[in-house]
């Protein structure tokens, strides 16, 4: 029998190997499915199902009036790669996030654009750039805090709670309108996150996120795949209410 390895095309400026490795998984668990969501099994009386989960790195996104300050008049963002979600991208652009003790460099914008503004981070990164921010699901909500963006065309200030602003991401599932329906649970449900591997961990209250046409994938923040040593692409367990 010939067993062949599937192809897939990267753009040769995206010659990260570790990145190529991370969406090669992700490709595979889409195929080996495919197509369509695994399905809840029970266990001893208890739904669990296995998920991809994505760390995601510290990123902004903005609105179309901030964008065109930071980057230029008419600007428009750039894709620089797809997101696993269908219509998302991590775009060309970066900003400077300065905070009261330092600054962080090339913060990538993730794309498209939205309503308001939003600065994503980790709590190590919070405390390296001297912020102290709370938990949050957007980036209006009333506990996110002002920061300030620049850009090689200008500066940004956002005021932080309904005016946009920089917060710790809450830890939290994507899944599609048909698979919340075949899990029996709503928009703003939490479920519970198993991490199995050298460093086993459960993570409780996890917001769980409805959109039709999403694929299922858990995200979590730099910190939280550290502390259970997971990355982008591997796969962990959702205990179903």
Excluded at 64 to 71: D, M, N, S, Y
Excluded at 213 to 237: F, K, P, S
């Amino acid at each position: 029998m010939t067993m062949t390895t599937p192809s897939y095309k990267f753009d040769a400026g995206l010659v990260n190997v570790e990145k190529i490795a991370q969406e090669v998984v992700r490709r595979l668990v889409v195929e080996k499915s495919n197509g369509h969501e695994s399905k809840p099994v029970y266990t001893n009386g208890t739904r669990t199902i296995q998920v991809p989960i994505g760390i995601s790195v510290r990123h902004l996104h903005l609105c179309p009036e901030h964008v065109e300050i930071l980057f230029g008049k008419g600007h428009q963002l750039g894709v620089y790669h797809e997101l696993y979600q269908k219509g998302y991208y991590a775009a060309q652009e970066q900003v400077m996030v300065v905070g009261t003790k330092r600054c962080l460099e090339k913060v990538r914008v993730l794309g498209p654009t939205r309503p308001f503004s939003q600065v994503e981070l980790a709590q190590s990164e919070a405390v390296a750039l001297g912020m102290k921010l709370s938990v949050a699901s957007t980036g209006n909500e009333p506990q996110t805090q002002p920061v300030t963006l620049v850009g090689p065309a200008g500066v940004i200030s956002l005021p932080g709670g309904a005016g946009g602003g920089a917060f710790l991401a809450r830890r939290h599932i994507h899944i599609s309108d048909v698979t919340a329906q075949e899990w029996g649970v709503t928009a703003g449900d939490t479920v519970t996150l198993k991490i199995d591997g050298l460093r086993p961990v459960v993570f409780d209250d996890v917001l769980v996120r409805v959109k039709a046409g999403w694929r299922t994938e858990v995200h979590l923040d730099t910190d939280e795949g550290n502390a259970c040593l997971i990355r982008t692409g591997q796969m962990g367990t959702v205990v179903l209410p």
